[in-house]
């Protein structure tokens, strides 16, 4: 079933623009609602909805929460939270649908859309294509008196606060980048209560600087703040705080390919892996392959956007999974990425193995890879663009089982995606610099 509106991670665009404006968040809202009411056999349900500290996010909660409504829903705010702790608290409760409104690391134009099912777990393409189908609906004017709840907050620091032992993290120094985002009224409070001394950056939201220059998207201040103050651990979210990346103690940064590698490893030592599976996306580094299949495991992947992954752990059975961009999916958890759960269970490793992160990344070795993202005017179909098919034809011919090529167009964004990785660096900057000339040829990119 094709979508129209949905990419890889819910609904996304310019707030005010053509999609993300008031009365769309209502009609999608309203589909949903039909939606979730019938797959409960046409009984009322309770919608929860969280956002981020977006400007945006209130007059978008007030459309969504009318929507619901019309649509036979009981709308219910959990207020500004993280992702995940949304994903939670429909999970921990009788709640049959989970609306986030959030744009994830995009800058604080742009706003979103997403959702989740019962138990927490983010749609599947054909419950997004149903509910699209469902948006000519007629929408009833109701009263919309929008009510709150302020235990998901609550519930979801204390789950994350026992993942650890009491005290375990007492004289450790960390950077906490927030993004300015969901994240800032949760993670400094969870580390803190573990007994570590928080150094934050990225914790004054305002309303129009999430993300901007500070998150996980911009790790750079996060590395410098390590150094500087010779903290243990760097630790950044993005602005709705399903991702993570970290920065070791000397101020060099791990993305999420390092971090599942260091979980997954560690947990195959233990002999605690289920089903000795990692679950990453074709968006991996292979030195993710070449690290668990050399420590028992194995590896599967999945097209890009984590409730791919989260859908193949589910049919496999694993509880680890993730992307490179951070997106750390602990099963045994949180059924979604979760960025604090990812950046605990590192934590967790280092206090099992007495080593620092900068020894604890060594049992991955990347692959050289460089990546493009190319604005393009218009998403031709990659298959009508002879020039870049055969760029691409040509390049994975000489690299065979040495290295892969991956052209995509992004999900959420108008930017065709590059990626190369090889044996060298050198054979992978020329392979890039060859398909993105493929592009330039064919595509208008701005």
Same mark, same amino acid.
């Given at each position: 079933? /094709?979508?129209? $509106?949905?990419?890889?991670?819910?609904?996304?665009?310019? $707030?005010?623009?053509?999609? *993300?404006?008031?009365?769309?968040?209502?009609? @999608?809202?309203?589909?949903?609602?039909?939606?979730?009411?019938?797959?409960? &056999?046409?009984?009322?349900?309770?919608?929860?909805? #969280?956002?981020?500290?977006?400007?945006?996010?209130?007059?978008?909660?007030?459309?969504?929460?009318?929507?619901?409504?019309?649509?036979?829903?009981?709308?219910?705010?959990?207020?500004?939270?993280?992702?995940?702790?949304?994903?939670?608290?429909?999970?921990?409760?009788?709640?049959? @649908?989970?609306?986030?409104?959030?744009?994830?690391?995009?800058?604080?134009?742009?706003?979103?859309?997403?959702?989740?099912?019962? /138990?927490?777990?983010?749609?599947?393409?054909?419950?997004?294509?149903?509910?699209?189908?469902?948006?000519?609906?007629?929408?009833?004017?109701?009263?919309?008196?929008?009510?709150?709840?302020?235990?998901?907050?609550?519930? $979801?620091?204390?789950?994350?606060?026992?993942?650890?032992?009491? &005290?375990? @993290?007492?004289?450790?120094?960390?950077?906490?980048?927030?993004?300015?985002?969901?994240?800032?009224?949760? /993670?400094?409070?969870?580390?803190?209560?573990?007994?570590?001394?928080?150094?934050?950056?990225?914790?004054? =939201?305002?309303?129009?600087? *999430?993300?901007?220059?500070?998150? /996980?998207?911009?790790?750079?201040?996060?590395?410098?703040?390590?150094?500087?103050? &010779?903290?243990?651990? #760097?630790?950044?979210?993005?602005?709705?705080?399903?991702?993570?990346?970290?920065?070791?103690?000397?101020?060099?940064?791990?993305?999420?390919?390092? *971090?599942?590698?260091?979980?997954?490893?560690?947990?195959?030592? @233990?002999?605690?892996?289920?089903?000795?599976?990692?679950?990453?996306?074709? %968006?991996?580094?292979?030195?993710?392959?070449?690290?668990?299949?050399?420590?028992?495991?194995?590896?599967?992947?999945?097209?890009?956007?984590?409730?791919?992954?989260?859908?193949?752990?589910?049919?496999?059975?694993?509880?680890?999974?993730?992307?490179?961009?951070?997106?750390?999916?602990?099963?045994?958890?949180? =059924?979604?990425?979760?960025?604090?759960?990812?950046?605990?269970?590192?934590?967790?490793?280092?206090?099992?193995?007495?080593?620092?992160?900068?020894?604890?990344?060594?049992?991955?070795?990347?692959?050289? %890879?460089?990546?493009?993202?190319?604005?393009?005017?218009?998403?031709?179909?990659?298959?009508?663009?002879?020039?870049?098919?055969?760029? *691409?034809?040509?390049?994975?011919?000489?690299?065979?089982?040495? &290295?892969?090529?991956?052209?995509? $167009?992004?999900?959420?964004?108008?930017? !065709?995606?590059?990626?190369?990785?090889?044996?060298?660096?050198?054979?992978?900057?020329?392979? !890039?610099?060859?398909?993105?000339?493929?592009?330039?040829?064919?595509?208008?990119? %701005?």
């Amino acid at each position: 079933m /094709s979508r129209k $509106y949905f990419g890889t991670d819910g609904v996304r665009g310019p $707030y005010g623009g053509p999609v *993300i404006n008031e009365e769309f968040a209502a009609r @999608l809202a309203h589909a949903a609602a039909i939606w979730s009411r019938g797959a409960d &056999g046409g009984g009322a349900v309770k919608g929860f909805i #969280g956002r981020d500290t977006r400007g945006s996010g209130g007059a978008l909660e007030a459309a969504v929460a009318r929507g619901l409504r019309a649509g036979g829903a009981e709308p219910i705010s959990l207020g500004v939270l993280p992702t995940p702790a949304v994903a939670r608290a429909v999970r921990e409760s009788d709640a049959r @649908l989970g609306v986030v409104i959030t744009a994830s690391h995009n800058p604080a134009a742009d706003n979103g859309i997403k959702f989740f099912g019962p /138990s927490g777990v983010k749609l599947t393409d054909e419950q997004e294509a149903t509910i699209e189908s469902l948006l000519g609906a007629p929408i009833a004017v109701v009263e919309n008196e929008l009510v709150g709840a302020g235990g998901a907050v609550t519930g $979801y620091i204390a789950a994350a606060q026992a993942l650890l032992p009491a &005290g375990a @993290l007492a004289g450790w120094r960390v950077v906490l980048d927030t993004a300015n985002g969901a994240t800032c009224r949760t /993670s400094p409070v969870v580390l803190r209560g573990l007994g570590a001394e928080v150094i934050g950056i990225g914790d004054a =939201p305002d309303g129009t600087n *999430i993300n901007a220059g500070v998150g /996980s998207e911009h790790p750079e201040p996060l590395a410098e703040k390590v150094c500087v103050t &010779g903290a243990r651990l #760097g630790i950044a979210h993005d602005g709705d705080g399903d991702r993570c990346v970290l920065c070791d103690e000397r101020g060099d940064v791990l993305d999420g390919d390092e *971090i599942l590698t260091i979980l997954a490893t560690h947990a195959l030592s @233990l002999g605690r892996l289920v089903k000795n599976t990692l679950v990453v996306t074709v %968006q991996s580094n292979l030195g993710v392959d070449a690290a668990l299949t050399a420590a028992g495991g194995r590896v599967l992947r999945t097209s890009v956007g984590d409730r791919y992954v989260i859908e193949r752990m589910l049919a496999e059975g694993a509880t680890l999974g993730g992307e490179s961009s951070g997106h750390i999916i602990c099963a045994d958890v949180s =059924p979604t990425g979760d960025g604090l759960v990812a950046a605990l269970k590192v934590i967790e490793v280092m206090l099992a193995t007495g080593q620092p992160l900068s020894e604890l990344r060594r049992v991955m070795k990347k692959f050289p %890879q460089l990546t493009a993202a190319l604005k393009v005017r218009e998403k031709k179909p990659l298959e009508s663009l002879p020039a870049v098919v055969a760029a *691409i034809a040509a390049l994975e011919a000489e690299l065979g089982t040495q &290295g892969r090529v991956l052209v995509r $167009y992004s999900g959420t964004e108008a930017k !065709l995606r590059l990626l190369v990785e090889g044996p060298t660096g050198e054979v992978v900057r020329d392979g !890039l610099a060859r398909i993105e000339a493929a592009v330039r040829a064919e595509l208008t990119v %701005q």
